[in-house]
Every structure is written in C-alpha cells, then in structure tokens.
Nanobody, 115 residues
Framework: QVQLVESGGGLVQPGGSLRLSCAASGKILGFYTMAWYRQAPGKQRESVASITNDGFADYADSVKGRFTISRDNAKNAVYLQMSSLKSDDTAVYYC?????????WGQGTQVTVSS
C-alpha cells in the first residue's frame, strides 16, 4: 500500500503563486504515473496535470501555461507549481498515483484564491 501526503496549500491573492508537494511512502517499485486532481465545491473532481515516470507531462486546458508539474523519482515526490492563480482555481487539490491497476489518493490540500 502506498500513502500520499500533500502539502503547500493555502490562501493566495489572484495573480499569485503556490507550490504544492506530494510525498509518497510505502512499497514503491517500478514505473508509475503521478498526477494532481482538484475538486471545487459543488463540482466533480477533475484532472489538473499528470506526469509519467520518464517526465512526460500533460495538462488540463484550463491550467496550460500557468501550472507546471514535476517529479523527483529519488524522493518519490511530485510537485505542482501554480502561477497566475485565478479564483476559479480554488479547490481541494489531490495527489494521485497510478501503477498498473493500483491507484492511490492523498487526503487533499485546500487552495483558496481570493483577495
């Protein structure tokens, strides 16, 4: 079983930046994809960005050019650098890991964009 713990959420003004971190622990072997999802109040959870083991990244259209996902395989960690934040980015952000049919979710971290 793999555990994921997010950190770095908080309150930020529109136009500001935040960096989210996610650390994985447990039995971690082989290749896996990591991703960030988010869920705003009253909305479904949606994919924000994903990154494969060899660094191929993919983004939702709503965050392209503003968010950057990265990972450190040696630390079993994934990061989400968020810039030019908008009020629409307000949500709980979840870390996600997929390896074959096995998936794991973090507990989520709140990001609030407000003046």
């Amino acid at each position: 079983q793999v555990q994921l713990v997010e950190s770095g959420g908080g309150l930020v003004q529109p136009g500001g930046s935040l960096r989210l971190s996610c650390a994985a622990s447990g039995k971690i072997l082989g290749f896996y994809t990591m991703a960030w999802y988010r869920q705003a109040p009253g909305k479904q959870r949606e994919s924000v960005a994903s990154i494969t083991n060899d660094g191929f990244a993919d983004y939702a259209d709503s965050v392209k050019g503003r968010f950057t996902i990265s990972r450190d395989n040696a630390k079993n960690a994934v990061y989400l650098q968020m810039s030019s934040l908008k009020s629409d980015d307000t949500a709980v952000y979840y870390c996600y890991r997929r390896q074959g049919l096995s998936t794991s979710w973090g507990q989520g971290t709140q990001v609030t964009v407000s003046s």
